[in-house]
C-alpha cells in the first residue's frame, strides 16, 4: 500500500517533465522551422527584437524631449529620411521652399501628426509646401510625428501666442483621436488629458514614460530573442502590448478629443486668428470597407464637435474620391503617408475652403 501511494507522485512527476520537455522541443522546432523559412534570419545570429522594436524610426534622431509634450523636433536639425531631404528650421518647423523667392502675406500655421509633418516625402513636398505654393501665402509646418489630437492643440497653444499666424490649420486622422487615451506611445512617453467636471485636467507633466511590472519585465527577457514569439506578436497584433510600446489611460479619447475642440477654439479665439479643422483619410479606407466606415465615423464626430465649437472645418476626403484614389492608392499612398500627390490634394483642398472663406 505505502509502495503504490509512493510511486504515484513519482508517475505525476515524470509524466509533468515529459509534458514540459515536448513542449520545449516543439517550441525549438517552431524557432528552427521560422528561422529557416524566413530569409531574413539566421540560425547562429540571434538578435534581442525587444530592443529592435523600441528602434527609433527613419529621422526620429531629429527629435528631442520635451517635458509638456513628449518629444518635439531639434530647431535647426537636418538630415535625411528615407534618402529624401529632411530639415527643420530654426523655429522648429518642417523646412520648406528654400530654394524659391520668401512668401509673403498673412502667416498660415500647421498643426498636425506625420501626415502633416511630412512623413516619407522630401520638404517640398509636405501638404504645407504645397499651400505656400499655391496661395503664396508664407505656411509653417508645425506637424510632428506620432503626436495625438492632445500633443496636436497643446504645441498649438505653445506656439501660435509666440508666432501670431492669420490662420491656424489643425490637421487631423482618425488615429490621433486614439492616442488622446495613451500615457505611452512608440515606447515614448507623452501628455495626457482626464476629463474632470466638464473640462479637462493634463496629467503626466513633466513626461514620463510609465514602467513595466517585473513579471513582464522578466517574461520579455527570456522570450525576447525568439523569432518564432516575435512572429505570434506580429501576427497577432500585441506588439505594442508586448514591446512596452503603449501604455493606455481610463479616459474616453472621443469625449477628451471633443473638449479638445473647446480648447483649441479658446486659443484662436483669444489670439484672434482664424482657424480651419481639417480631417484627413487614412491609407486603409480605399481598400477596407470596415476601416473606411470606422475612420468615417469618427472623423464625422469630431468635426461635429469643431462646428459646435464654432470652427470652419474641411473633410478631404471627398477630395481624394473625386481623383479617383482607390484605383491606384500607391501613387497617393506610401508607407501610409501622403506622397507628393497626396499632399498636393490635401494643399489644393485646404487652398479652396481659406478662398471661399474669404480669409
Same mark, same amino acid.
Given at each position: 500500500?505505502?509502495?503504490?501511494?509512493?510511486?504515484?507522485?513519482?508517475?505525476?512527476?515524470?509524466?509533468?517533465?515529459?509534458?514540459?520537455?515536448?513542449?520545449?522541443?516543439?517550441?525549438?522546432?517552431?524557432?528552427?522551422?521560422?528561422?529557416?523559412?524566413?530569409?531574413?534570419?539566421?540560425?547562429?545570429?540571434?538578435?534581442?527584437? +525587444?530592443?529592435?522594436?523600441?528602434?527609433?524610426?527613419?529621422?526620429?534622431?531629429? $527629435?528631442?524631449?520635451?517635458?509638456?509634450?513628449?518629444?518635439?523636433?531639434?530647431?535647426?536639425?537636418?538630415?535625411?529620411?528615407?534618402?529624401?531631404?529632411?530639415?527643420?528650421?530654426?523655429?522648429?518647423?518642417?523646412?520648406?521652399?528654400?530654394?524659391?523667392?520668401?512668401?509673403?502675406?498673412?502667416?498660415?500655421?500647421?498643426?498636425?501628426?506625420?501626415?502633416?509633418?511630412?512623413?516619407? =516625402?522630401?520638404?517640398?513636398?509636405?501638404?504645407?509646401?504645397?499651400?505656400?505654393?499655391?496661395?503664396?501665402?508664407?505656411?509653417?509646418?508645425?506637424?510632428?510625428?506620432? $503626436?495625438?489630437?492632445?500633443?496636436?492643440?497643446?504645441?498649438?497653444?505653445?506656439?501660435?501666442?509666440?508666432?501670431?499666424?492669420?490662420?491656424?490649420?489643425?490637421?487631423?486622422?482618425?488615429?490621433?483621436?486614439?492616442?488622446?487615451?495613451?500615457?505611452?506611445?512608440?515606447?515614448?512617453?507623452?501628455?495626457?488629458? =482626464?476629463?474632470?467636471?466638464?473640462?479637462? +485636467?493634463?496629467?503626466?507633466?513633466?513626461?514620463?514614460?510609465?514602467?513595466?511590472?517585473?513579471?513582464?519585465?522578466?517574461?520579455?527577457?527570456?522570450?525576447?530573442?525568439?523569432?518564432?514569439?516575435?512572429?505570434?506578436?506580429?501576427?497577432?497584433? =500585441?506588439?505594442?502590448?508586448? $514591446?512596452?510600446?503603449?501604455? +493606455?489611460?481610463?479616459?474616453?479619447?472621443?469625449?477628451?478629443?471633443?473638449?479638445?475642440?473647446?480648447?483649441?477654439?479658446?486659443?484662436?479665439?483669444?489670439?484672434?486668428?482664424?482657424?480651419?479643422?481639417?480631417?484627413?483619410?487614412?491609407?486603409?479606407?480605399?481598400?477596407?470597407?470596415?476601416?473606411?466606415?470606422?475612420?468615417?465615423?469618427?472623423?464625422?464626430?469630431?468635426?461635429?464637435?469643431?462646428?459646435?465649437?464654432?470652427?470652419?472645418?474641411?473633410?478631404?476626403?471627398?477630395?481624394?474620391?473625386?481623383?479617383?484614389?482607390?484605383?491606384?492608392?500607391?501613387?497617393? $499612398?506610401?508607407?501610409?503617408?501622403?506622397?507628393?500627390?497626396?499632399?498636393?490634394?490635401?494643399?489644393?483642398?485646404?487652398?479652396?475652403?481659406?478662398?471661399?472663406?474669404?480669409?
Amino acid at each position: 500500500m505505502t509502495a503504490r501511494s509512493s510511486s504515484r507522485p513519482r508517475s505525476a512527476w515524470s509524466g509533468l517533465a515529459l509534458s514540459a520537455g515536448m513542449v520545449v522541443l516543439c517550441l525549438l522546432a517552431g524557432e528552427l522551422i521560422t528561422r529557416l523559412t524566413d530569409p531574413g534570419e539566421s540560425l547562429w545570429h540571434w538578435p534581442y527584437y +525587444a530592443v529592435m522594436a523600441s528602434q527609433p524610426s527613419p529621422g526620429e534622431t531629429l $527629435y528631442a524631449y520635451d517635458p509638456t509634450l513628449g518629444w518635439t523636433p531639434v530647431p535647426g536639425s537636418s538630415g535625411a529620411m528615407l534618402g529624401k531631404p529632411f530639415s527643420f528650421t530654426a523655429e522648429g518647423t518642417r523646412a520648406q521652399n528654400r530654394d524659391r523667392p520668401p512668401a509673403t502675406g498673412p502667416l498660415i500655421m500647421a498643426f498636425g501628426d506625420s501626415m502633416t509633418e511630412g512623413f516619407a =516625402v522630401g520638404n517640398d513636398e509636405t501638404w504645407p509646401a504645397h499651400l505656400e505654393r499655391l496661395t503664396g501665402r508664407r505656411v509653417l509646418n508645425a506637424g510632428v510625428r506620432g $503626436y495625438g489630437l492632445d500633443q496636436i492643440v497643446l504645441r498649438a497653444e505653445r506656439l501660435v501666442p509666440e508666432i501670431k499666424p492669420s490662420t491656424v490649420v489643425l490637421a487631423f486622422i482618425a488615429d490621433d483621436i486614439v492616442r488622446t487615451a495613451l500615457a505611452v506611445r512608440d515606447a515614448k512617453g507623452k501628455p495626457y488629458f =482626464v476629463l474632470e467636471g466638464d473640462g479637462l +485636467a493634463l496629467r503626466n507633466v513633466p513626461v514620463q514614460v510609465a514602467g513595466r511590472s517585473p513579471l513582464m519585465t522578466a517574461a520579455q527577457h527570456l522570450l525576447g530573442y525568439s523569432h518564432l514569439f516575435d512572429l505570434i506578436v506580429n501576427r497577432l497584433g =500585441v506588439q505594442q502590448f508586448w $514591446y512596452g510600446r503603449e501604455v +493606455a489611460t481610463d479616459a474616453d479619447p472621443f469625449i477628451v478629443s471633443c473638449r479638445l475642440m473647446d480648447r483649441f477654439a479658446a486659443l484662436v479665439t483669444h489670439e484672434h486668428a482664424n482657424a480651419l479643422v481639417v480631417a484627413l483619410p487614412e491609407q486603409g479606407v480605399f481598400f477596407d470597407a470596415k476601416a473606411a466606415a470606422g475612420q468615417q465615423g469618427a472623423l464625422t464626430e469630431l468635426l461635429g464637435c469643431a462646428v459646435k465649437a464654432g470652427l470652419a472645418t474641411l473633410d478631404t476626403r471627398a477630395a481624394f474620391e473625386k481623383e479617383d484614389v482607390g484605383h491606384d492608392v500607391d501613387a497617393y $499612398y506610401a508607407m501610409m503617408h501622403f506622397t507628393d500627390r497626396g499632399n498636393a490634394i490635401v494643399a489644393r483642398s485646404i487652398a479652396a475652403a481659406l478662398a471661399g472663406s474669404k480669409e
